[in-house]
């Protein structure tokens, strides 16, 4: 397949951005994507209900005025076909296609010292090399596969939304079980309740789930944002915790009277969107503050499920805010409906799965599809599938036995020459990913261009510098509720310490960083 400058992993909403950036700039590039297509997550999880959880207006490209004004928003919360019809629309204006080979998936990637070259092998046995290697595999991206026993013997057909079939598959009239209730399961359930002879609903752990509030978009305010859009974009890079356009906390709840408090609550619940998390400053560490928060829904939840037992076993018992919130359309309703059951896990856990349905301890379930809505092997489980290796042998998360190590989020030490933007140590999956990737590209980019001024062959993460943003990570998430509760946000050691692997710190705090190491000759990082 040849020799390049910079091989790019991925053709999601990073890769796209990522090969128009540095063709642009004249680099040969080549791309490797184990899809048919481009679109990432959104060209996968095409399952029936799947939407984006924030603002469609923030939650797209604003790199280009061209490009903003090329796609009308249809919705607050963009469906799945609308983002990937986006994703392609802007892959054939910034003719990236082309660049990129499809249905090739990357087996392995070794980096070679006296070359200082990355050789990269595919599954169908192909060979390449280059200068630089850019994962924009992204953080969700490596689906959990289900384990239970007897799966092979089903009879019926079992899909998974992560990976959902680009066949029909057929769910009108049909017993459907769902297993998992995080947020594609939340989607996937309020869609399906509608069409399913029966569904029942395997829960594990209640999850959070509250209003969307989607709506029509009035294109008037897409386009005088598109106006204004290079003031609107830095503003979202040095003024925002998240990149995106969500009331930030101002005070703790203590700074508020009751009344006051309460009609917060009720605003936000009006309002809708993942504002539950962040209404009052200290939420995310004081527990009699979230514990005022989280009764708030949980009183939501039993006022909308009219079955006293049910709307129990769906009210989550952890703090609000330490897993990834939901954002419901009809959830919580589809429990009212004589269609729907719910299996709490807790009480009746899976045995097992046989060739006409699933038994747990107690009863056997009757049904002709399973959809399994078990989430992903987040933040590593990309980069261990594709199997880089350094001039030692060793992978990167060798090296993160007691949590991920990164200077940034953008390098781990021992690796010349690779990035992983959006990677763990950054903001990543706490914020606008479209955003992200953008700056983060941009920053490769200008970091590569500035490699070449120098006539530097490498650059990589010092261990010092690695040492210093690692303990910044972890300094700044101490106290954070989420650390006590088991999520894919969380790293926990054999010794049973806990990592919070994204960035607490916001976006604003990590592009502050991201400019301040590139003005000093990119400090904390070694240039050789």
Same mark, same amino acid.
């Given at each position: 397949?040849?020799?390049?400058?910079?091989?790019?992993?991925?053709?999601?909403?990073?890769?796209?951005?990522? /090969?128009?950036?540095?063709?642009?700039?004249?680099?040969?590039?080549?791309?490797?994507?184990?899809?048919?297509?481009?679109?990432?997550?959104?060209?996968?999880?095409?399952?029936?209900?799947?939407?984006?959880?924030?603002?469609?207006?923030?939650?797209?490209?604003?790199? $280009?005025?061209?490009?903003?004004?090329?796609?009308?928003?249809?919705?607050?919360?963009?469906?799945?076909?609308?983002?990937?019809?986006?994703?392609?629309?802007?892959?054939?204006?910034?003719?990236?296609?082309?660049?990129?080979?499809?249905?090739?998936?990357?087996?392995?990637?070794?980096?070679?010292? *006296?070359?200082?070259?990355? =050789?990269?092998?595919?599954?169908?046995?192909?060979?390449?090399?280059?200068?630089?290697?850019?994962?924009?595999?992204?953080?969700?991206?490596?689906?959990?596969?289900?384990?239970?026993?007897?799966?092979?013997?089903?009879?019926?057909?079992?899909? #998974?939304?992560?990976?959902?079939?680009?066949?029909?598959?057929?769910?009108?009239?049909?017993?459907?079980?769902?297993?998992?209730?995080?947020?594609?399961?939340?989607?996937?359930?309020?869609?399906?309740? $509608?069409?399913?002879?029966?569904?029942?609903?395997?829960?594990?752990?209640?999850?959070?789930?509250?209003?969307? !509030?989607?709506?029509?978009?009035? %294109?008037? &305010?897409?386009?005088?944002?598109?106006?204004?859009?290079?003031?609107?974009?830095? !503003?979202?890079?040095?003024?925002?915790?998240?990149?995106?356009?969500?009331?930030?906390?101002?005070?703790?709840?203590?700074?508020?009277?009751?009344?006051?408090?309460?009609?917060?609550?009720?605003?936000?619940?009006?309002?809708?969107?993942?504002? /539950?998390?962040?209404?009052?400053?200290?939420?995310?560490?004081?527990?009699?503050?979230?514990?005022? &928060?989280?009764?708030?829904?949980?009183?939501?939840?039993?006022?909308?499920?009219?079955?006293?037992? /049910?709307?129990?076993?769906?009210?989550?018992?952890?703090?609000?805010?330490?897993?990834?919130?939901?954002?419901?359309?009809?959830?919580?309703?589809?429990?009212?409906?004589?269609? &729907?059951?719910?299996?709490?896990?807790?009480? =009746?856990?899976?045995?097992?799965?046989?060739?006409?349905?699933?038994?747990?301890?107690?009863?056997?379930?009757?049904?002709?599809? @399973?959809?399994?809505?078990?989430?992903?092997?987040?933040?590593?489980?990309?980069?261990?599938?594709?199997?880089?290796?350094? %001039?030692?042998? @060793?992978?990167?998360?060798?090296?993160?036995?007691?949590?991920?190590?990164?200077?940034?989020? #953008? #390098?781990?030490?021992?690796?010349?020459?690779?990035?992983?933007?959006?990677?763990?140590? $950054?903001?990543?999956?706490?914020?606008?990913?479209?955003? !992200?990737?953008?700056?983060?590209?941009?920053?490769?980019?200008?970091?590569?261009?500035?490699?070449?001024?120098?006539?530097?062959?490498?650059?990589? *993460?010092?261990?010092?510098?690695?040492?210093?943003?690692?303990?910044?990570?972890?300094?700044?998430?101490?106290?954070?509720?989420?650390?006590?509760?088991?999520?894919?946000?969380?790293?926990?050691?054999?010794?049973?310490?806990?990592?919070?692997?994204?960035?607490?710190?916001?976006?604003?705090?990590?592009?502050?960083? /991201?400019?301040?190491?590139?003005?000093?000759?990119?400090?904390?990082?070694?240039?050789?």
């Amino acid at each position: 397949m040849g020799d390049y400058d910079i091989a790019i992993i991925g053709a999601g909403l990073g890769g796209v951005y990522a /090969m128009h950036r540095f063709t642009s700039q004249g680099w040969s590039v080549v791309g490797l994507e184990g899809a048919s297509d481009v679109g990432g997550v959104w060209y996968h999880n095409r399952y029936p209900g799947a939407r984006v959880d924030l603002d469609s207006l923030d939650y797209c490209y604003s790199f $280009s005025e061209d490009v903003w004004r090329s796609w009308q928003w249809r919705e607050r919360y963009a469906a799945q076909p609308e983002l990937l019809g986006y994703l392609n629309s802007v892959a054939d204006r910034l003719d990236v296609r082309r660049h990129f080979h499809f249905e090739t998936w990357l087996n392995a990637a070794t980096w070679d010292p *006296a070359r200082r070259r990355y =050789d990269l092998t595919t599954a169908d046995g192909r060979r390449l090399s280059c200068r630089f290697l850019v994962l924009t595999t992204g953080q969700l991206s490596a689906a959990r596969k289900p384990g239970f026993p007897g799966l092979d013997r089903f009879r019926g057909r079992w899909v #998974m939304t992560s990976h959902w079939p680009q066949d029909e598959v057929e769910t009108a009239g049909k017993r459907i079980a769902v297993i998992g209730t995080g947020s594609s399961g939340v989607q996937t359930i309020s869609t399906l309740a $509608s069409e399913a002879e029966h569904l029942y609903v395997f829960q594990r752990t209640a999850n959070y789930a509250v209003p969307a !509030q989607n709506r029509p978009l009035d %294109g008037m &305010v897409q386009k005088e944002l598109g106006d204004r859009l290079p003031v609107e974009r830095e !503003q979202l890079l040095t003024d925002t915790a998240g990149g995106v356009r969500i009331p930030e906390p101002q005070h703790p709840m203590s700074h508020y009277p009751t009344a006051e408090r309460d009609a917060m609550l009720v605003s936000q619940w009006e309002t809708g969107g993942q504002g /539950m998390n962040s209404v009052f400053l200290d939420q995310g560490r004081d527990p009699q503050v979230n514990d005022i &928060v989280a009764d708030f829904v949980r009183d939501r939840i039993r006022g909308t499920v009219r079955d006293p037992a /049910m709307a129990e076993a769906l009210c989550p018992t952890y703090p609000i805010g330490t897993r990834r919130l939901c954002l419901e359309i009809g959830y919580y309703d589809a429990f009212n409906q004589d269609n &729907v059951s719910l299996v709490d896990l807790r009480d =009746d856990p899976i045995v097992e799965i046989t060739e006409t349905g699933l038994r747990t301890r107690d009863h056997h379930h009757e049904v002709d599809l @399973i959809v399994f809505a078990l989430g992903f092997d987040a933040f590593t489980g990309a980069i261990d599938g594709a199997n880089i290796r350094n %001039g030692q042998g @060793i992978t990167p998360t060798d090296r993160w036995r007691s949590g991920p190590r990164t200077r940034l989020g #953008m #390098m781990t030490a021992g690796f010349p020459n690779l990035f992983l933007p959006t990677g763990p140590g $950054s903001p990543s999956v706490l914020g606008n990913l479209f955003l !992200q990737n953008e700056y983060s590209i941009d920053w490769i980019a200008d970091c590569i261009a500035h490699l070449d001024e120098k006539r530097y062959a490498s650059i990589e *993460a010092s261990e010092a510098g690695e040492a210093e943003w690692t303990a910044h990570v972890a300094q700044l998430a101490q106290g954070l509720l989420r650390l006590g509760i088991d999520n894919y946000m969380v790293h926990v050691s054999d010794d049973g310490s806990r990592t919070f692997i994204p960035y607490i710190g916001g976006v604003r705090r990590h592009v502050a960083s /991201m400019r301040e190491a590139a003005a000093g000759n990119y400090a904390g990082f070694d240039l050789r």
